[in-house]
């Protein structure tokens, strides 16, 4: 029987490249894919699990769907990802909705599930997390000049925060030759822009070659024709090795662009985080980093109100930040997660060891506050000269095309809004736009000329 497949994927782009998978599985079994998840017969949530807002959203889709089931609109649902993983069997009963709850490790048998609950089968399956396919075809729901290229799956450096190795297990890399197999697959079907993603891309290829080989990759990566851009996020500044800085400095197809999570900068804080770096080490390789790769764009994620964060240690972690004046920086308030280190600290008795929710964000706040400060000051420099950007669509309401610089990631920083006096401009397409002001953390623009495809 066919059947209408919808799927709504939540979290981060290593989510989504599970998600896109399991649509892949679908497909070939014979069933449709609709691009609205309302309209189908058979909903998917594929679920993050990661911080307790995240949880949240998934939890509220889960329910907005249960509403359409109860109304006959949809006829049954399925919840996979991160929080299907963590919550297992739980989830089923609280939400007693959902015809089947899937573990990571369970993925791969996706039709068989969706046969069984269109059957009338509710459905709880729990494979090993090692079972969750690395490579295999994908249905990418990305814009199709772009795509995230996952090298590796689960984590293992156990920051006292993260619940992330318990739910997706142990750090297991893919190995070289299938990813290379899987970059020119994309290459070839128009993928312009390659986003390099894992936990810690950093650590690539140490639990297979035993030594960190992501420089290794990104040269070969690099010789593959097709590719204008290779982006490479999740860094860990402890694992940014002479010989990583000295690749993305030569090749011309890595994009200047470093994102790399540092989370505090109170040497006492990060011990209390689990975290292998110092304030004096982020210092010394962000000098090192502006030095070596001129014009580099630094991203990082900062966390306010961790177990044991002081007024003094926040004061410290703001002055840091205006110090620093790293070009992206995003800022979250720490969420206690269950069976992580950093949930036992927040019971203990050491001093402000919970933190009331509202001032771990009134202290985000701030942070963000000085950031957009710094990103407005920065792209006050960027009026008047001219960047390459890519073309990702029209915005009908605003007139103007919109769409990336190299310094900007996707679904992350923020856009370039830009108009065209001299053609129809599609998506996909390189240009230089003239930036004549600024919008926050978005610039606007002219095009001066086109680039090509």
């Known amino acids: 029987m066919v059947l209408r497949v919808g799927m709504v994927s939540l979290g981060c782009a290593k989510n989504q490249v599970d998600a896109e998978r399991m649509l892949y599985r679908i497909e070939k079994a014979g069933h449709k894919l609709v691009a609205d998840a309302a309209l189908s017969d058979i909903v998917i949530v594929n679920t993050c699990g990661f911080i307790m807002d995240a949880k949240q959203e998934?939890?509220?889709?889960?329910?907005?769907?249960?509403?359409?089931?109860?109304?006959?609109?949809?006829?049954r649902i399925i919840a996979t990802g991160c929080l299907a993983q963590r919550y297992q069997d739980e989830l089923l009963k609280e939400m007693p909705e959902i015809d089947a709850v899937v573990g990571l490790g369970s993925e791969d048998?996706?039709?068989?599930?969706?046969?069984?609950?269109?059957?009338?089968?509710?459905?709880?399956?729990?494979?090993?997390?090692?079972?969750?396919?690395?490579?295999?075809?994908?249905?990418?729901?990305?814009?199709?000049?772009?795509?995230?290229?996952?090298?590796?799956?689960?984590?293992?450096?156990?920051?006292?925060?993260?619940?992330?190795?318990?739910?997706?297990?142990?750090?297991?890399?893919?190995?070289?030759?299938?990813?290379?197999?899987?970059?020119?697959?994309?290459?070839?079907?128009?993928?312009?822009?390659?986003?390099?993603?894992?936990?810690d891309t950093s650590m690539y290829g140490?639990?297979?070659?035993?030594?960190?080989?992501?420089?290794e990759l990104l040269r070969k990566l690099c010789r593959i024709d097709g590719f204008k851009w290779i982006r490479v996020l999740y860094l860990y500044p402890e694992r940014i090795t002479d010989e990583l800085i000295d690749t993305i400095a030569e090749e011309d197809k890595i994009v200047k662009y470093i994102e790399m999570p540092i989370q505090h900068s109170s040497n006492e804080i990060l011990t209390l985080m689990r975290r292998e770096t110092s304030e004096s080490q982020i210092r010394t390789l962000v000098k090192k980093l502006r030095h070596r790769i001129?014009?580099?764009?630094?991203?990082?994620?900062?966390?306010?109100?961790?177990?044991?964060?002081?007024?003094?240690?926040?004061?410290?972690?703001?002055?840091?930040?205006?110090?620093i004046r790293f070009d992206r920086l995003g800022c979250f308030a720490f969420s206690a997660e269950e069976g992580t280190a950093a949930a036992e600290l927040a019971q203990s008795d050491m001093p402000a060891a919970n933190i009331d929710e509202d001032e771990k964000q009134r202290r985000a706040d701030i942070i963000m506050d000085e950031q957009l400060l710094i990103a407005n000051e920065n792209n006050e420099h960027i009026?008047?000269?001219?960047?390459?950007?890519?073309?990702?669509?029209?915005d009908r309401y605003g007139e103007c095309y919109f769409g990336r610089s190299a310094a900007d990631a996707p679904d992350i920083d923020g856009k370039v809004f830009f108009t065209s006096k001299e053609r129809k401009l599609v998506p996909g397409l390189f240009v230089t736009v003239h930036v004549t002001d600024v919008m926050d953390y978005d610039l606007v623009g002219e095009v001066v000329s086109v680039d090509g495809n």
């Open 58 to 75: 998934a939890i509220d889709t889960i329910l907005e769907f249960a509403e359409l089931k109860k109304e006959g609109r949809i006829k």
């Open 109 to 199: 048998k996706i039709c068989e599930i969706i046969d069984a609950v269109s059957k009338g089968e509710q459905i709880s399956r729990y494979g090993s997390t090692t079972l969750l396919p690395l490579t295999g075809g994908r249905v990418r729901t990305t814009l199709p000049f772009y795509s995230y290229l996952k090298i590796a799956e689960g984590c293992s450096n156990n920051c006292a925060f993260c619940a992330i190795p318990k739910i997706r297990g142990g750090y297991r890399s893919v190995p070289m030759e299938e990813l290379i197999a899987e970059a020119e697959t994309l290459a070839r079907t128009g993928v312009r822009e390659l986003v390099v993603i894992a936990q």
């Open 206 to 215: 140490t639990d297979l070659y035993g030594k960190q080989a992501l420089p």
């Open 294 to 323: 001129p014009g580099v764009i630094l991203r990082t994620t900062v966390m306010t109100g961790f177990p044991g964060e002081t007024e003094e240690h926040f004061s410290h972690l703001a002055n840091f930040v205006h110090d």
């Open 383 to 394: 009026i008047n000269t001219d960047i390459e950007v890519l073309v990702e669509g029209f």
